[in-house]
């Protein structure tokens, strides 16, 4: 039969045990939740950053010559009606034939006469005129050969970087064709064509 002095001292082992055991754990435990909590704060930060960069890709284009206000005015109009709600900008005007003559009126276009295409034969002659700028509005211009035979054009825009046929015989008029609707041939090897807008010339051409 063991004394009561060895039982003791077993039982004080084993509480010995049980508590380091118990500190070693308590220990091992905060260690991990300190190493799992760092990531998660990176995670949350991230996620919280993700939407601005996405708001501002998204953000739609603004068409090119509108006044916008600096973004310290938009924030301070924002601040003072109390509310997140986009500014809203005037709608601008659009282009028409008419403004578009007016803006066109005092400068110099840049449409030269490209080419006379098989002068003399009226059912395949035509000149071909193109526009290296801006649109330009033809409307009054004329087209002449040295004999006095002049072509006005009417209600038409040269769109910017195209051309347009001028063609001598009969047919039906189309964006990139036209039909000056002759008997007979207009030009000849040898002519200036002249091209004017009003008593301006704009371009000539030596017809080969």
């Known amino acids: 039969m063991q004394s009561p ?13 049980v508590l380091v055991s118990a500190v070693t754990a308590f220990l091992v435990v905060q260690a ?3 190493a799992v909590s760092r990531p998660a704060t990176t995670r949350i930060v991230a996620a919280a950053t993700q939407p601005i960069a996405a708001a501002a890709d998204a953000a739609p284009p603004v068409a090119e010559g509108t006044n916008i206000p600096p973004a310290g005015d938009l924030f301070a109009a924002h601040q003072a009606a109390g509310t997140a709600e986009a500014v809203t900008l005037p709608p601008q005007p659009t282009a028409t034939t008419q403004t578009l003559a007016q803006a066109t009126r005092g400068t110099v276009p840049n449409v030269r006469i490209s ?17 290296e700028g ?3 509005d033809l409307t009054g211009w004329t087209l002449a050969n040295p004999r006095g035979k002049a072509y006005t054009f009417g209600n038409v825009v040269l769109l910017k970087e195209s ?22 041939a ?7 064509v002249v091209l004017r807008r009003g008593d301006e010339v704009i371009a000539t051409y030596l017809v080969r």
């Open 5 to 17: 002095f060895r039982a003791r001292n077993w039982i004080i082992f084993l509480l010995i045990n």
């Open 32 to 34: 991990f939740t300190q």
């Open 115 to 131: 080419a006379v295409i098989y002068p003399g034969q009226r059912t395949r002659e035509a000149v071909v005129i193109v526009n």
């Open 134 to 136: 801006d649109a330009v």
């Open 163 to 184: 051309f347009i046929n001028l063609h001598t015989t009969s047919g039906v008029d189309v964006p990139t064709d036209l039909f000056w609707n002759q008997s007979e």
């Open 186 to 192: 207009v030009w000849r090897v040898g002519d200036e």
